[in-house]
Protein backbone atom coordinates (compact mmCIF):
# COMPACT_ATOMS: atom_id res chain seq x y z
CA UNK A 1 0.00 0.00 0.00
CA UNK A 2 1.76 3.17 -0.97
CA UNK A 3 1.72 6.27 1.63
CA UNK A 4 -1.15 7.95 -0.58
CA UNK A 5 -3.35 5.26 0.44
CA UNK A 6 -2.22 4.91 3.87
CA UNK A 7 -2.82 8.74 4.21
CA UNK A 8 -6.29 8.61 2.38
CA UNK A 9 -7.25 6.29 5.16
CA UNK A 10 -6.08 7.85 7.81
CA UNK A 11 -7.45 11.24 6.75
CA UNK A 12 -11.08 9.17 6.26
CA UNK A 13 -10.92 7.93 9.87
CA UNK A 14 -9.46 11.32 11.02
CA UNK A 15 -12.74 12.91 9.76
CA UNK A 16 -14.94 9.90 11.67
CA UNK A 17 -13.31 11.19 14.93
CA UNK A 18 -13.98 14.77 13.77
CA UNK A 19 -15.83 15.55 10.94
CA UNK A 20 -16.17 19.52 11.37
CA UNK A 21 -12.54 19.68 10.86
CA UNK A 22 -11.51 20.54 7.60
CA UNK A 23 -9.17 17.51 6.78
CA UNK A 24 -7.17 18.99 3.55
CA UNK A 25 -5.78 22.18 5.41
CA UNK A 26 -4.49 19.95 8.10
CA UNK A 27 -1.06 20.76 8.86
CA UNK A 28 1.41 17.39 8.43
CA UNK A 29 3.08 18.33 11.74
CA UNK A 30 0.36 19.49 13.81
CA UNK A 31 -0.20 17.61 17.22
CA UNK A 32 -3.57 15.89 15.72
CA UNK A 33 -5.06 16.25 19.24
CA UNK A 34 -4.68 19.64 19.14
CA UNK A 35 -5.53 20.44 15.92
CA UNK A 36 -8.62 18.19 15.49
CA UNK A 37 -8.96 19.26 19.44
CA UNK A 38 -9.67 15.78 20.26
CA UNK A 39 -9.49 13.90 23.67
CA UNK A 40 -7.99 10.54 24.66
CA UNK A 41 -11.05 8.73 23.73
CA UNK A 42 -11.06 9.90 20.34
CA UNK A 43 -7.67 9.03 19.77
CA UNK A 44 -7.85 5.67 21.13
CA UNK A 45 -10.87 5.26 18.90
CA UNK A 46 -8.61 6.78 16.07
CA UNK A 47 -5.90 4.49 16.74
CA UNK A 48 -8.75 1.27 16.71
CA UNK A 49 -10.03 2.28 13.65
CA UNK A 50 -6.97 2.59 11.78
CA UNK A 51 -5.71 -1.19 13.10
CA UNK A 52 -9.20 -2.70 12.15
CA UNK A 53 -8.81 -0.88 8.36
CA UNK A 54 -5.11 -1.18 7.46
CA UNK A 55 -4.24 -4.12 10.16
CA UNK A 56 -1.75 -2.01 11.85
CA UNK A 57 -1.25 -2.69 15.96
CA UNK A 58 -0.16 0.92 17.35
CA UNK A 59 0.78 -0.34 21.19
CA UNK A 60 -0.23 2.95 23.64
CA UNK A 61 4.01 3.03 24.12
CA UNK A 62 4.05 3.89 20.61
CA UNK A 63 1.44 6.74 21.03
CA UNK A 64 4.17 9.50 21.04
CA UNK A 65 5.28 8.14 17.28
CA UNK A 66 1.95 8.86 15.81
CA UNK A 67 1.18 12.60 17.37
CA UNK A 68 0.81 14.01 13.54
CA UNK A 69 -0.32 13.12 10.58
CA UNK A 70 3.33 12.79 8.93
CA UNK A 71 4.21 10.36 12.01
CA UNK A 72 0.94 8.35 11.53
CA UNK A 73 1.44 7.70 8.20
CA UNK A 74 5.20 6.45 8.24
CA UNK A 75 5.15 4.86 11.12
CA UNK A 76 1.64 2.83 9.19
CA UNK A 77 3.78 2.62 6.13
CA UNK A 78 6.77 1.10 7.88
CA UNK A 79 5.01 -1.58 9.77
CA UNK A 80 3.22 -2.46 6.60
CA UNK A 81 6.38 -2.79 4.63
CA UNK A 82 7.72 -5.70 7.91
CA UNK A 83 4.65 -8.00 7.23
CA UNK A 84 5.10 -10.56 5.08
CA UNK A 85 3.58 -10.22 1.57
Do not use: C, Q, W
Request: charged content about 25%; overall charge negative; hydrophobic content about 45%.
Amino acid sequence: MSAGNIRSVVLEELGNIAPEVDLPSLDPKADLREALEIDSMDFLNFVTAVHHRLNVNIPEADYPKVRTLATVVAYIDAALAKKPA
